[in-house]
């Protein structure tokens, strides 16, 4: 007599003789996969769609500011990266930028890195800087939703470059 369970994983009864060509490995990910699929597929109990969780806990942050060279001048077409993420803005005639990123949630400061990557064509050569911008909750502009843990911003981060003394 047939256990329902091991035929499901495993196909025929073993002494049967039939229906055990599939490998136990197979006959899981088969099954599995149906079940998969049909939560997957699911509506809430008030019929909405199921909400995707899919994420990691982060937070929004913008940084915005200046750079200037010793005199005061502004310095255009620098280069702002915040280290290790794909965020990053160039600064514009004025010298000012204004850079979205990202941090994960236990991260509280994001590392800001200034680089001249145009040479003299905007007034000199600059020496790369980088900058640690911490965030607080007096930098909150808006509240967690989700996997978001909110959003920061910080202005005034104002940055000075000396000239690259590699000339």
Known sequence: MRTPVY??????????GFGHDKTPKKRLSLLFARLGFF?????????????????TPHVK?????????KTGAPIPGIEVLQQNSPYKALTGDDGSYELPGQLFSIETTADILFTDTDGPSNGGEFAAQSVPVE?????????????????FARTGVDVTLEEDAQE
């Open 7 to 16: 035929s499901l994983l495993f196909g025929q009864h073993p002494h049967s």
């Open 39 to 55: 939560t997957a597929c699911e509506k809430q109990k008030n019929g909405e769609p199921p909400t995707a969780m899919y994420g």
């Open 61 to 69: 942050i913008w940084v915005g500011g200046k750079v200037t060279d």
């Open 135 to 151: 965030f607080t909750e007096a930098d909150r502009v808006s509240e967690a939703e989700g996997w978001c843990g909110g959003s």
